[in-house]
């Protein structure tokens, strides 16, 4: 093979300035054991999370008095080891990395007086490294995909697509006043309808919405904005919200469409 077209090049060609941010979702994905990702700096191993990845640098979350982000310093700029560990499909047994890496900024996250942001540049970037990150964004791109696809046919929400869904039966719209429980009327990757009780008032257009909805595989978290919303002759609101991307809810519908494919061969 072309040293300059292996699958780690053309990972970094399509990527390299890609950041991945951590959330709970994309470490399940990448494989990533929060328990097992370690600072070495000096003579001191520094428990942390990762809380953005990329091809060149890390930001790391560690629990840090103000004392410890004050004695860590004089650590800046210095040489750095980054451990982690991963599990991944066909590994029986957890997969080790380490980079070599140079400790660039040390400081204090904002509004949290305990928890340190450790940023690191990798010295040099393991290929193991570059194919998982790569793998996870390349996923992420189908999804994108998906969530034009899945925004086109809505799924009404009766008793039985719930149950093919996954959908607990419980969700929340939550904003600027403050959050309430909603009954989910149809979703889709890029749309929700929703009903709110009479005595709830009507959400005026372009209102920003965090919906949180759960299901039997996630708990998901999603941004919305009202499209409309009107009092129905029952006295119910009824609303409608456009989507932010959410992977989660993405892999729902796929699993629901998949099978509704499935049943109709």
């Known amino acids: 093979m072309n040293a300059q077209n292996t699958p780690v090049t053309q990972i970094l060609n399509r990527f390299s300035d890609k950041t991945i941010a951590c959330s709970q979702y994309a470490l399940a994905k990448l494989g990533i054991d929060r328990s097992r990702c370690v600072l070495k700096v000096g003579d001191y191993a520094v428990l942390c999370a990762p809380y953005q990845l990329g091809f060149k640098r890390a930001v790391l979350l560690a629990s840090l008095s103000r004392d410890e982000l004050v004695f860590f310093q004089k650590f800046k700029n210095a040489l750095a080891g980054l451990s982690m560990e991963f599990a991944l499909p066909n590994f029986k047994e957890p997969f080790k990395l380490f980079v070599r890496s140079g400790l660039a900024e040390i400081g204090q996250m904002r509004g949290r007086d305990d928890v340190g942001l450790l940023v690191v540049d990798f010295k040099s970037t393991p290929d193991d490294l570059v194919e998982i990150l790569g793998t996870y964004l390349e996923s992420q791109e189908r999804l994108a995909a998906q969530y034009e696809d899945y925004g086109k046919t809505p799924v009404t929400m009766t008793p039985d697509s719930a149950k093919r869904l996954g959908y607990n039966q419980f969700a929340v719209a939550a904003d600027g006043s403050g959050s309430r429980r909603i009954q989910v009327y149809s979703i889709s990757s890029k749309s929700i309808e929703f009903l709110e009780a ?19 595989k996630y708990r998901i978290a999603v941004q919305g904005l009202v499209e409309s919303a009107s009092r129905m002759p029952t006295g119910l609101v009824r609303t409608r919200a456009t989507l932010s991307f959410s992977p989660e809810l993405i892999e729902i519908l796929d699993d629901y469409w998949f099978r509704d494919r499935v049943a109709q061969r």
């Not at 709830?200 to 759960?214: I, V």
Request: hydrophobic letters at 35%.
């Open 198 to 216: 009479a005595s709830a008032p009507e959400r005026a257009k372009g209102t920003q919405l965090t919906f949180q909805l759960y299901f039997r």
